[in-house]
């Protein structure tokens, strides 16, 4: 049976292989804090605190609740540091 462009076909039924997204954890946000410089770090240490929003040094910003989330946490652990 052709799909069609959502994945579906023409029954309604889904793909098998259709990518499941991340579930949301009842929109908890986690307050972070960038405690160190990213000068002389790695270009991914970089990236990974621009893509958590925190621009400078002592800059604090909120992310929500995520496996994605904590994981970049942990790529950056001794950079930043978690507020309640």
């Known amino acids: 049976m052709p799909d069609t462009k959502d994945g579906a076909t023409k029954s309604g039924a889904k793909k098998s292989g259709a990518r499941k997204t991340a579930r949301k954890t009842s929109g908890a ?4 804090k960038q405690v160190r410089s990213g000068i002389g770090r790695p270009e991914m240490h970089l990236r990974t ?36």
């Open 29 to 32: 946000m986690l307050k972070i």
């Open 49 to 84: 605190l621009k893509a958590l929003g925190l621009r400078y040094h002592q800059h604090v910003t909120e992310v929500p609740d995520s496996p994605a989330v904590w994981g970049m946490l942990f790529q950056v652990r001794h950079l930043v540091e978690i507020q309640n």
